[in-house]
């Protein structure tokens, strides 16, 4: 392509990037829609357990000091589940009971915990609370008291120090694929949860991307704008400078968001273990992976994208494209219909085959490089073949945006396209 070709590209680009990145629509969507899932994740467990936010005064009567410490230890930690202040009342009389329902009803305390040697003995303790207690503290509590009358049992068996901590280890469960290349384990929950999230953020700026460039030829045609741009740029040119001119608009967005997350990362981590008792996923996000869902998102923008400009070029409205709208999306739809089986079977055939159709390479084998079930070569044979598929994509779309933007009045028929096809 000559110098000038690529000026008039450049031109183009340049237009449609400013014309977007300036508007109000892009400001609120950039900045809004990270707010909005920020939200629906945060928001519903401050909901489901106030304690994440409110300090609770609780006290626990129980005569076991060693026991009663270790539980304050634990509730009262950095590494607790909410925000805890623990009083210990070492007497466990029913007297004492009563008082303490006395001082809980009074707002004097926020609840406590009965442990008097027979809900010891018996593994039946009962926590009494001021309000409702909601289920992400009562797990928490049973799973911690549980540890900790674990241990005071095996102490009157005669248990201590490091016997007692060998015993109750924690253990990780390994999974190991005897058909995957070299070192087979599986990465866990983490990757499945970063998986899921990139397939549907691919999905999602895919779709809306590729829909903006249809809605730019469509809007460029009916205005007869279209007309005053062929005279500075051939149609093929004029087709790339859209399409890579929204291309940068998405990349723009997506850096924001990622700035953002990075931004957020420190507390999003610390929320995360605070409020479910993990840290937050981690892998999958390796710097060789978040490169290959940058190359297939830039993949998929452009065979996508090609096809709607082609699609925006050939009709005259949004609803006579719709139907042809509702056949490039299916891909897309599969891929979030099936996105929790791929992502627990990166390995299995159907996921094998679907990464290899280039219409679903850039969500599935995004997915499978995030779960870790996508051997190298596998990657290197999905990125030829997507890159052909959009040579072709964009070979073909041309010819149909080359005859389709000067079209109008009549919509065309699947013949008529075909025919398009064949002009050289």
């Known amino acids: ?207 809306s991307y590729g829909l903006m460039v249809m809605r730019s030829v469509l809007d460029d045609k009916a205005s007869r704008v279209m007309e005053v741009l062929l005279c500075a740029a051939t149609p093929r040119e004029l087709m790339a400078g859209k399409i890579l001119g929204i291309g940068m608009l998405g990349l723009t967005q997506l850096a924001i968001w990622a700035a953002m997350g990075a931004a957020v990362a420190g507390p999003a981590a610390w929320f995360g273990k605070a409020a479910f008792g993990a840290i937050m996923p981690s892998q999958g996000l390796d710097p060789v992976s978040v490169t290959l869902y940058a190359a297939f998102f830039i993949l998929g923008f452009l065979l996508y994208s090609s096809v709607y400009a082609a699609v925006g070029a050939a009709f005259n409205s949004v609803d006579e494209a719709q139907q042809w709208n509702f056949l490039i999306t299916l891909p897309l739809v599969f891929s979030g219909v099936f996105v929790f089986y791929l992502a627990d079977h990166p390995r299995a055939p159907l996921a094998v085959a679907l990464s290899m159709i280039p219409p679903f390479t850039p969500t599935v084998m995004s997915m499978r490089v995030a779960a870790g079930g996508a051997p190298g070569w596998q990657v290197g044979v999905a990125m030829v073949a997507l890159i052909l598929s959009v040579h072709v994509a964009i070979a073909l779309s041309s010819r149909i945006y080359r005859v389709g933007i000067l079209m109008y009045g009549k919509k065309p028929a699947l013949a008529e396209i075909v025919r398009w096809l064949r002009y050289s």
């Open 1 to 207: 392509m000559a110098a000038e070709g690529w000026r008039a590209i450049g031109l183009v680009l340049w237009r449609e990037y400013l014309q977007r990145v300036r508007s109000l629509s892009f400001l609120l969507s950039t900045l809004l829609t990270p707010i909005f899932f920020l939200a629906i994740t945060v928001i519903p467990p401050l909901l489901a357990a106030p304690n994440l936010i409110v300090r609770r005064h609780l006290a626990i009567a129980c005569a076991d000091p060693a026991l009663a410490g270790e539980l304050r230890s634990m509730l009262a930690g950095k590494e607790a589940v909410g925000r805890y202040t623990i009083t210990i009342d070492p007497i466990t009389a029913v007297a004492e009971r009563a008082r303490l329902e006395a001082r809980t009803r009074a707002g004097r305390i926020d609840g406590f915990i009965w442990l008097d040697d027979r809900a010891i003995a018996d593994g039946r303790i009962e926590f009494v609370t001021r309000r409702d207690s909601d289920f992400l503290e009562r797990d928490y509590l049973r799973g911690t008291l549980g540890w900790a009358i674990t241990r005071a049992r095996l102490v009157r068996h005669g248990l201590h120090g490091e016997e007692i901590s060998h015993a109750l280890a924690p253990i990780t469960l390994d999974t190991v694929s005897l058909g995957a290349e070299r070192d087979g384990r599986a990465r866990g929950s983490s990757g499945y949860v970063v998986g899921i999230a990139v397939v549907f953020l691919l999905e999602i700026t895919l779709l």
